[in-house]
């Protein structure tokens, strides 16, 4: 079965950084993008960046602002998010999803159960 | 770079049908044949429903359905069900940032 699991989440003060993780398992995870994607509390889902198979290609969200840097371990089947000068509007759980096509970026067909960031001073 | 078009709110009786539009561009929706929805319930992860415009992953009912025309997506929910009652969101591929979400809507069953 494919598991998503997220860590690394938690409070932190304005202008601070988080390093978030996602572990992958039971499916191939170099031959898939993964996704980052946030849910303030009491809002809608926001794409925030992806990264492909390869780690070739990355994407942001315009908010990111060069705040965020998507990465990916394929040994170790773990997908990163090194989020620095945090805001208090990224507060949100962030989840990690899985593209559901080989080397594509069109649906996320797995999705981590999310893991709380939390900015306030 | 704004997000995709949904309406706020949607709602229906047992056993009614409803439909959500999903409004982009011609550099997402209206250009590529990737448009996604996803259900999400309260605390929970979303769960997609629809890929490739109008595909349904195994094991999701065949009372959801996806289609488009021009830059407008839809998902059109038949029977509908007490438990069809959460958020919906719509995304697709888009030529500049590579992927979009819609803004989602909240299905009400009365």
């Known amino acids: 079965d494919v598991q998503l699991l997220e860590s690394g989440g938690g409070q932190v003060q304005p202008g601070g950084s988080l390093r978030l993780s996602c572990a992958a398992s039971g499916f191939s995870f170099s031959t898939h993008a993964m996704f980052w994607v946030r849910q303030a509390p009491g809002r809608g889902l926001e794409w925030v960046s992806l990264i492909s198979g390869s780690a070739g290609t990355t994407s942001y969200a315009d908010f990111v602002e060069g705040r965020f840097t998507i990465s990916r371990d394929n040994s170790k089947n773990t997908l990163y998010l090194q989020m620095n000068s945090l805001r208090a509007e990224d507060t949100a759980v962030y989840f990690c999803?899985?593209?559901?096509?080989?080397?594509?970026?069109?649906?996320?067909?797995?999705w981590g159960q999310g893991t709380l960031v939390t900015v306030s001073s | 770079h704004s997000a995709l078009t949904q309406p706020a709110s949607v709602s229906g009786s047992p056993g009614q049908s409803i439909t959500i539009s999903c409004t982009g561009t011609?550099?997402?929706?209206?250009?590529?044949?990737?448009v996604s929805w996803y259900q999400q319930h309260p605390g929970e992860a979303p769960k997609l429903i629809i890929y490739d415009v109008s595909q349904r992953p195994s094991g999701i009912s065949n009372r959801f359905s996806g289609s488009k025309s021009g830059d407008t997506a839809s998902l059109a929910i038949s029977g509908l069900q007490a438990e069809d009652e959460a958020d919906y969101y719509c995304s697709s591929y888009r030529s500049s940032s590579l992927y979009v979400f819609g803004s989602g809507t909240k299905v009400t069953v009365l």
């Open positions: 999803a899985k593209d559901g096509r080989y080397n594509g970026y069109t649906y996320l067909d797995y």
């Open positions: 011609s550099s997402d929706v209206g250009g590529y044949n990737y």
